[in-house]
């Protein structure tokens, strides 16, 4: 929104007032790929993968331009709009800091306030598209997790105390059979060279 100028002489209709749709999708994904990147080279957290399906949920079906579906706003819904864009850009300068220090904590909870912005805006536009809150999304995806973890915790971890204490009791057992085995062996010798004698 502070650079309206330098976008009217590139030739965009900056007294269009759906132009903020487009802008506000357009800067959440590049944050959200930004995000995937820094985080896509470890096993992502419970809240980093909230955060990401939060802003896939707000970005997904996100109307064209000229949709029937998209309102046109009043002045007063207008400055709203521009109040929550300045806010997003913001969020967006404070982002970029963290991601060049690779501080993923703090990008994860500001991608978080940057797609809060963005499904602000979309509700203004798309008041009758149904738009998850991120604590809905949270909710569901710590259950996915734990879930996912039970799994890991059952087929990784007990198994292995398991295996272990089977095999080490598997080894006794051979130890005890060879021993048995080789005394036998040794009786049946002795018994053979006394009845040669």
């Known amino acids: 929104m502070k650079d309206l100028k330098l976008a009217a002489d590139r030739g965009i209709d900056v007294t269009d007032r759906r132009l903020a749709l487009k802008i506000a999708a357009e800067r959440l994904s590049i944050v ?24 896939d949920a707000v970005l997904i079906g996100w109307p064209e331009h000229d949709s029937a579906e998209v309102r046109d706003l009043g002045d007063e819904e207008y400055e ?5 864009m300045d806010i997003m850009e913001g969020h967006i300068h404070v982002f970029s800091r963290q991601e060049a220090a690779g501080n993923i904590d703090p990008m994860t909870d500001i991608l978080e306030r940057v797609t809060d912005c963005v499904a602000q805006i979309r509700r203004l536009y798309q008041p009758d ?5 991120f604590a809905e999304i949270s909710r569901v995806v710590q259950e996915e997790w734990d879930e996912d973890m039970g799994k890991i915790d059952s087929q990784d971890i007990e198994p292995t105390v398991e295996t272990f204490e089977e095999q080490t009791e598997h080894a006794d057992e051979q130890r005890e059979r060879q021993k048995a085995n080789d005394a036998g ?3 049946t010798a002795s018994g053979m060279d006394g009845a040669a004698g």
Not at 32 to 55: C, H, N, P
Not at 80 to 84: N, P
Not at 129 to 133: A, D, E, H, S, V
């Open 80 to 84: 709203t709009v521009t109040r929550l």
């Open 129 to 133: 598209f149904p738009l998850p809150t």
């Open 185 to 187: 062996g040794a009786n």
């Open 32 to 55: 959200r790929y930004v995000f995937m990147v820094q985080i896509e080279d470890g096993i992502a957290t419970a809240t980093e993968r909230a955060t990401l399906e939060y802003a």
